[in-house]
């Protein structure tokens, strides 16, 4: 009993500062068909390991682009990339060795009239593999965008839920 009143008492103070720390969820308003018209560039430059001493290099370029015809307004979004696989036993040379990896096209947004009731931005997305890296994807994607409307101690500015189903197959056979 001399412990169970401490616990008791430090859960009672742990979860009135927990209710400063989150928003809860009627605090959120869905904000995906708000999208942007700017057009953006961004580069990645990260290194990768997969623990069986193989190792990746990877330059990306994304850009992304304002789409709209007729009642439908979205984004298509174009991901690219330069990769170098190599691992302990490869030579020194071969680490400087770029080849394309894959590039992925996705194209995502909303018609004003057509699903409205959903207020989701529905899309599509083609992975193709250049160089010879990994194999032919295609998918639909369905997603939105709730932005908080208040601020928190742990600044969460949205929350984006993201559903995909993604098929791959492969055709060098």
């Not at 430090?10 to 995906?32: G, M």
């Not at 984004?75 to 080849?99: E, F, H, K, M, W």
Request: glycine letters at 6%.
């Amino acid at each position: 009993m001399k412990l169970f009143l401490p616990i008791l008492f430090s859960l009672f103070v742990s979860a009135s500062y927990a209710a400063e720390l989150f928003v809860p969820l009627s605090q959120f308003d869905n904000d995906s068909q708000q999208l942007s018209d700017s057009r953006v560039l961004e580069s990645w430059v990260y290194h990768n390991y997969d623990n069986n001493d193989n190792y990746q290099n990877i330059l990306k370029l994304r850009y992304y682009n304002p789409l709209e015809a007729g009642d439908w307004r979205g984004r298509i979004r174009l991901d690219t990339s330069y990769t170098s696989n190599y691992n302990s036993i490869s030579s020194v040379d071969n680490a400087g060795q770029y080849s394309a990896g894959s590039t992925m096209v996705i194209i995502w947004g909303q018609d004003r009239t057509f699903l409205k009731p959903l207020a989701a931005l529905v899309g599509g997305r083609v992975i193709s593999p250049f160089g010879n890296n990994g194999q032919w994807a295609v998918g639909p994607q369905l997603n939105w965008a709730f932005v908080t409307k208040v601020d928190n101690l742990l600044r969460v500015t949205d929350i984006s839920p993201l559903v995909r189903y993604m098929y791959g197959f492969d055709t060098k056979k």
